[in-house]
């Protein structure tokens, strides 16, 4: 059986929904940067083996990629995936993993790269907002999208409600897009470009949920 690893830094919400998902794969390890992420004990509840290595433990961000890239090796995992993992990672940690390192970004990449994406998109006044899963590369937050999803920016919005119905979708596409990674479902063409292999029946790899006004304020 195929196994992964879940890197996370804080609450843990998409780990979990990963850990829900009856994945074909063995969750070897959840690791965290942050002893205090309550991830962890959300893991351990049910039964998966955490680790904790502290980045404020090491003097150079070198140093501690090196120590994590080994901890993440130890388990011998066919896919890394960030959960809500707020480090950025260096070049050769990330060149180690390409093509077996996942991401979730709250927000429709290319747009708003980087932190504070509701604030952001709610500034710029967009309409649409969402969340991405694209494989990891140097370029931060740039990689090959894998699946997205789409949700209405609603008159009266802030920060927060926003954010929960971004998290929602994050929920929905991330186990999707790992599923998709175990069942080799994932390939880059000759011009580099990702092609999605796709059942029919996945809903598309573009999912927009319509929501009412009424079920977007509950
Ligand atoms: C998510 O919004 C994720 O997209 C972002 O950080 C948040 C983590 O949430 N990178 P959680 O820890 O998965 O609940």
């Not at 707020?86 to 993993?97: K, P, S, T």
């Not at 789409?150 to 929602?168: I, N």
């Not at 029946?201 to 977007?216: N, T, V, Y």
């Amino acid at each position: 059986m195929k196994s992964i690893v879940i890197l996370i830094s804080g609450r843990g919400s998409n780990m979990e929904a990963l850990l829900q998902a009856r994945l074909p794969a063995r969750t070897a390890a959840v690791i965290s940067n942050r002893p205090e992420a309550a991830g962890l004990a959300l893991a351990s509840s049910r039964g998966v083996t955490t680790e904790v290595v502290d980045h404020r433990a090491f003097e150079a961000r070198e140093r501690f990629d090196a120590a994590l890239t080994e901890r993440i090796e130890r388990a011998r995992p066919d896919l890394v995936v960030l959960a809500g993992f707020m480090r950025v990672l260096g070049d050769e940690f990330v060149r180690h993993f390409e093509g077996r390192l996942l991401n979730i970004h709250p927000s429709l990449l290319p747009l708003f790269p980087g932190l504070h994406t509701h604030r952001r998109a709610l500034a710029a006044g967009v309409r649409v907002h969402g969340c991405s899963v694209h494989f990891v590369t140097t370029h931060l937050d740039g990689g090959p999208i894998v699946i997205q999803a789409a949700v209405p920016v609603l008159l009266g919005d802030s920060e927060e409600t926003l954010a929960a119905r971004v998290l929602a979708q994050e929920h929905r596409i991330y186990p999707q897009a790992v599923r998709w990674f175990l069942e080799g479902r994932l390939h880059f063409g000759a011009d580099g470009r990702l092609v999605v292999d796709a059942p029919e029946d996945a809903g598309g790899f573009l999912i927009a949920p319509a929501l009412s006004q009424a079920e977007a304020n509950d």
